[in-house]
């Protein structure tokens, strides 16, 4: 019986079955991914064009819930689909290969090109001063994945100065959460279940504790996004959801509760951050698991990742090369369909190939289990294992 008729009846849908009826591939995931990484951007717009007071007084205003949301519901879909990998791979070594290969090419490339052409480009400094100064060479070691913000330099006299690529502060935390659910695999969440809700309250009650020490035992509320060490409670909600996945229902009306209460949570309740990291999850992933028909922009390929590496450096190389274009439209239709076009070079010509060594990554597995499955076992337990 297709989904829709089954909902219509009132049968019981997962989510699933959901993602069955699509063959484990719906397209939601797609635009989710799409839509996420735009709206970072969009995000973005005020405080590249206008400053950090005027991004503070969007942060205060009715847009707040929605920007509190985008980040995290980007960690929910980065928990649901890497617990998806980590299921599919025999072992951890596929899983942490894999993971790289996606993470570190593209980033690495945009690290360069920030550093080695766009900086020395707008930079107030001499090239021999700038390609010479301390912070170039800190900036180098983004491609490790520990961030640094500032070029010598670069972009002195924007409205938000000095800082190239802001939204690079989310990547050590997504690294947090791979080594997070590696470490997760290893306690056994494959077979327990359990000990991802666990472990999303633990990082709910831990990171509370800790504010709460900070201040004095006084609560200061979060003005803006949730903080890194909270987004891998989003992370791990992710991974809870997909651990339960054929139990959770897909119900459109407890996605529409899930809204109100995320969006309440986020913009007035004290502890919001707390409260919508459930309903945000379910609302993340049911929107996911949806299956809409899939439009060009769909089958093209992922360009999501991209639009995130290159969105802000864009916008604020726009901001400083055109600065009678200071205005929140000129960055959009400007700075969104540039960073498009960088994100699709990006895909074809760096992640995609990427993709390429996964027969190594295959290759390497299987020595590995072969190697693993000649061990001698004693008393009933494989040496080495």
């Given at each position: 019986m297709p989904i829709s008729a089954s909902m219509d009846r009132g049968v019981f849908v997962s989510l699933g079955a959901r993602m069955a009826s699509a063959d484990g591939r719906p397209s939601g995931f797609d635009y989710m991914r799409l839509f996420l990484a735009v709206s970072v951007m969009v995000m973005h717009i005020t405080i590249t064009t206008y400053g950090q007071q005027a991004d503070f007084a969007l942060w205060a205003s009715p847009w707040r819930p929605l920007l509190r949301a985008i980040v995290p519901a980007f960690f929910v879909l980065s928990g649901f689909l890497v617990c998806g990998s980590l299921y599919r791979c025999r072992t951890l070594f596929m899983f942490a290969g894999l993971r790289a290969i996606r993470i570190y090419p593209a980033l690495s490339v945009e690290v360069l090109i920030s550093a080695f052409l766009m900086g020395p480009f707008v930079s107030t400094m001499a090239p021999p001063d700038y390609f010479t100064d301390a912070q170039f060479l800190r900036y180098l070691v983004n491609v490790t994945g520990h961030i640094s913000y500032?070029?010598?330099g670069v972009f002195t006299g924007n409205p938000f100065p000095d800082i190239v690529n802001a939204q690079l502060w989310t990547v050590p935390f997504e690294l947090y959460c791979y080594l997070a659910l590696i470490v997760a695999a290893l306690a056994g969440i494959r077979?327990?279940?359990?000990?991802?809700?666990?472990?999303?309250?633990?990082?709910?009650?831990?990171?509370?504790?800790?504010?709460?020490?900070r201040h004095g035992g006084h609560y200061e509320p979060i003005l803006g996004a949730p903080p890194g060490p909270l987004l891998i409670g989003y992370f791990l909600a992710g991974i809870a959801f997909y651990q339960y996945r054929d139990e959770v229902p897909a119900n459109p009306l407890l996605a529409a509760v899930s809204a109100a209460v995320a969006g309440v949570s986020l913009a007035v309740l004290p502890l919001g951050e707390y409260v919508a990291i459930p309903a945000l999850g379910y609302l993340t992933v049911y929107l996911g698991t949806a299956?809409?028909?899939r439009t060009v922009i769909a089958?093209?390929?992922?360009?999501?990742y991209g639009i995130y590496l290159y969105g802000f450096v864009v916008?604020?190389?726009?901001?400083?090369?055109?600065?009678?274009?200071?205005?929140?439209?000129?960055?959009?239709?400007?700075?969104?369909?540039?960073?498009?076009?960088?994100a699709a070079i990006s895909w074809h010509w760096i992640e995609l190939p990427a993709t390429k060594f996964r027969p190594v990554l295959n290759r390497l597995e299987n020595r590995w289990v072969a190697f693993m499955a000649r061990l001698p076992k004693v008393g009933g337990v494989q040496q080495g294992a």
């Open positions: 500032q070029l010598p077979r327990h279940r359990l000990l991802t809700v666990i472990a999303v309250i633990l990082v709910m009650a831990g990171h509370l504790a800790a504010r709460l020490i299956d809409p028909r089958k093209a390929a992922d360009y999501s916008q604020q190389f726009v901001m400083a090369l055109w600065p009678h274009l200071r205005t929140w439209y000129w960055n959009a239709l400007i700075c969104i369909p540039l960073a498009t076009i960088l």
